[in-house]
């Protein structure tokens, strides 16, 4: 019992010293974000000043354009300045509507984040059960018939299965609106879209994760027990093949909104992705900026949360993981 | 591997060869194959059906043949796969070779330390890289640039970049704790020769491999980026941009969306299955990662 607790505190401490360190590493890699975001705006050829004030300005209102976007002023000057906004959760000012870029992006986060939400949703709910049937099923029809479907919706990019989707589902079968609105049923094409590649690349990520523990010891030894190969799949197996299946879900997570950027223009729904377009097509570059370093962060920390789940999940982090 | 299934595979192998192989052939000899150019408007005879006279995949909203400019279509996916494909693979190859000797080729002492944080420093960028979702950082450059087709393609290349760079430095620093390469050092050969000897004939495979997976992802995003508007610029066809002039018209032509998306997914599903067969052969250890 005491030796017990001894193994468990231990277990503990592994753990925080690895949510730790992966802590640390977020912290980095949301810092060399916003270097980059910064970078691409303003190292790259191109004088954002030069378009705002549009292709046949006289050399003057361009000169005026640089002074009002702060741009005449050195890069070091330019970048702490917009790093000291980072720090204070402050991106600046959008060039076109002169909004903070802060409040536009959260008037538009709620929509993105319910797609993405349904999205990850649909690709587990297919994933994981698909995945374990075919491992369960290896080498049989169901298997090669999942391994055929996966592979399909894999090459299928996402806008053109959203354009499918409304083309059956809202021109030949009209149950769902064809431009979108914001009521969840709207949402609801947009989400098999983005999420179908998602589920196929589950189903194979927990397919070869299964199969990895079927064929392992305790297992056998499961088997060996009397247990039928399903019940020692789902008793045993599939438990254990879990770690890396959240792993990947949390790196799709933050893929999906960038997904979302192609699959809110398909189904006309006023989210983050389409400001970013908008954005673009602009060129009002403190809101690129402003919807890089989100997006950046979105992704950091799901992929933080799903190592960390995956963490506690797993039996033996503390010495597995580096 | 059961029998059927490798016959089957080979099968599948050949389908996508072939398939790429017409893709490339259309897109050299495009203004031969085409029935007309791929711009020319016909007005008259706007959204015509497929298979109905003169247009057998169906006219567009301003009458000009669905064939033809899935025809010239292949050129830009061809030309920024390949492009983007080739500028990542080097560059990401370079910086992944680059960090991994950093690493894997010091010594003892200070210097050590200060090539391993180099290397640190390297992949941290490469990190940050690939935390921006894919399209938001082609996005991000387009916006630096402007839209277009070289643009979009410089963007492809900075975003696959990092991936390359990981794989390469993954790969590159197993090769140098082998002991082989520690017997080739100790002997006091030149980092250069341990690398084109040793290094780069290990890791070609698994570069090789990659090359085919961005180049499929590579038709994707420019045909997303297209279908932004912000890839290929009108009157010049291409996938991603016939997509995106058939969305509003879904209900009187499905067609001018069903057709270009088809082009692309066969295209893309022909490159994965390409890659699937070249890791078979060239890169054992990702074997059963792509299945």
Known sequence: MRRHDRAGAKRRRDLIAYALGKAARLALTIAVVAVLAFALARVLPGDPALTAAGLDARPADVEAMRRSMGTD????????EWALGLARLDLGASLVSKERVSRLIAQRFPLTLELALLASAFAMLVGLPLGEASATRKGGAADGAIAF?????????????????????????PIFPLFGGKDLRSLVLPALALGASNAAMLTRQTRTAMLDELSSEYVVAARAKGLSRSQAARRHALRNALPPVINLAGLQFGALFGGAVVVEQVFSLPGLGRLALTAVAQRDFPLVQGCVVVFAVIASCASFLADLASAAARPGIGRAAR | MAEGEGARRGLGTALAAAWLAATLAFALIAPLAAPYPPARQDLGRALARPLSSGHALGSDELGRDILSRIIYGTRPALIVGALTTLASALAGTAIGLAAACLRGLGGLGWRTAARRLADEGIMLAMDGLLAIPTVLLALAVVAALGPGLPQATIALGIVYCPVFARITRARALAVLGEGYVLSARALGTSPLKIVARHVLPNIAGSVIVQCALTFSMAVVVESSLSYLGLGTQPPEASWGLMLKDGRDYLIQAPWASVFPGLAIALTVLAFNALGDALADRLDPRSRGALN
């Open chain 1, 73 to 80: 002023r050195g890069l070091a000057t330019q970048f702490a």
């Open chain 1, 149 to 173: 479907l996966s592979r399909l919706a894999l090459s299928l990019p996402g806008f053109w299965l959203g354009i499918l989707l409304l083309l059956g589902f809202a021109v030949a079968i």
